[in-house]
């Protein structure tokens, strides 16, 4: 059974948005853990921290996350 137009749109937008939610997500995550971890981490590392938080491999920590801030923002 195909889906009409109308039915094709709102799955189309439907994937949009979950793509724009997740690309903002991982968007705030590599900002939020740069910011965490100040200078002595890079955009490599907060992005390797978001990758690893969102894919919910957790294979190491680059980003040390020791105090309740970044654990909070961590979890969240």
């Known amino acids: 059974m195909l889906a009409d137009d109308g039915n094709l749109a709102r799955i189309e937008r439907r994937i949009l948005g979950a793509l724009l939610a997740l690309l903002t997500i991982f968007g705030t995550a590599v900002v939020g853990y740069r910011i965490i971890g100040g200078d002595r981490y890079g955009w490599i590392d907060a992005l390797y921290m ?22 909070i923002f961590t979890m969240v």
């Open 50 to 71: 978001s990758v690893i938080m969102l894919t919910t491999t957790g294979t190491k920590e680059v980003v040390p996350t020791e105090t309740a801030a970044s654990q």
